[in-house]
C-alpha cells in the first residue's frame, strides 16, 4: 500500500486533498476475480481504518463492496485481458477505479421492471457520490466515488463531491 501527501485544498475537504491511502491490483485469470477484487476492497478499507485512522461507515463498506463487484464484473465480461482495479481514500470519500482493455464506454439501461439482469451499472450510478467513464489509450476507466462516513440525514449517496 502507497502513501501519498495531502495538498491544501477547498473548504469541504472532500475532492482537493490528494490520496491519503491508496493501493491497486491487477486482476486476470477466472470468475473468481471478482470475489478477489472484493476481499481486497474490504481489506483496503480495514487497513485503512487501522493504520491511517480513517472512518468507514458499515455502509460505506458494503456499497465499496458492491461497486467493485459489479465494476469488476462488468470489466470481466465485456474486456479481454487484465482488469486493474485501484483504490484511494480521499478526504471524506473511497475512489474505486477500474481499467479494462475494451474501449467501448458502459451505458446505463432505461429503467425496466421486466428486464432480467443488466442493473450494476445503474446500481453503482444509484449509490455513488459520483461516477465517470474516462477513455484512456488501450481501453477505459470506471471512476466511482462513495462517502466514507454516513450522511446523517439517512441519505445513501451524502452530499454531492463539488
Not at 40 to 48: E, N, Q, S, T
Amino acid at each position: 500500500m502507497d502513501e501519498a501527501g495531502s495538498s491544501s485544498g477547498g473548504e469541504d475537504g472532500l475532492v482537493s486533498q490528494g490520496p491519503l491511502v491508496q493501493d491497486s491490483i491487477v486482476l486476470d485469470g477466472d470468475g473468481s476475480v471478482i470475489a478477489e477484487a472484493r476481499h481486497h476492497a474490504v481489506g483496503f478499507l480495514a487497513r485503512a481504518e487501522k493504520e491511517h485512522g480513517v472512518v468507514v461507515s458499515a455502509r460505506a463498506r458494503d456499497l465499496t463492496q458492491l461497486v467493485v463487484s459489479e465494476l469488476v464484473t462488468n470489466a470481466y465480461k465485456h474486456a479481454p485481458g487484465p482488469v486493474s482495479l485501484e483504490l484511494c481514500v480521499i478526504g471524506q470519500v473511497v475512489e474505486v477505479a477500474v481499467s479494462d482493455s475494451d474501449p467501448a464506454l458502459p451505458v446505463a439501461h432505461a429503467a425496466d421492471t421486466g428486464r432480467v439482469g443488466q442493473h450494476g451499472l445503474e446500481i453503482v450510478m444509484a449509490v455513488a457520490q459520483s461516477y465517470e467513464v474516462r477513455q484512456e489509450p488501450a481501453g477505459k476507466r470506471v471512476i466511482v466515488r462513495i462517502a466514507l462516513r454516513d450522511d446523517p440525514g439517512g441519505h445513501v449517496r451524502g452530499s454531492r463531491l463539488q
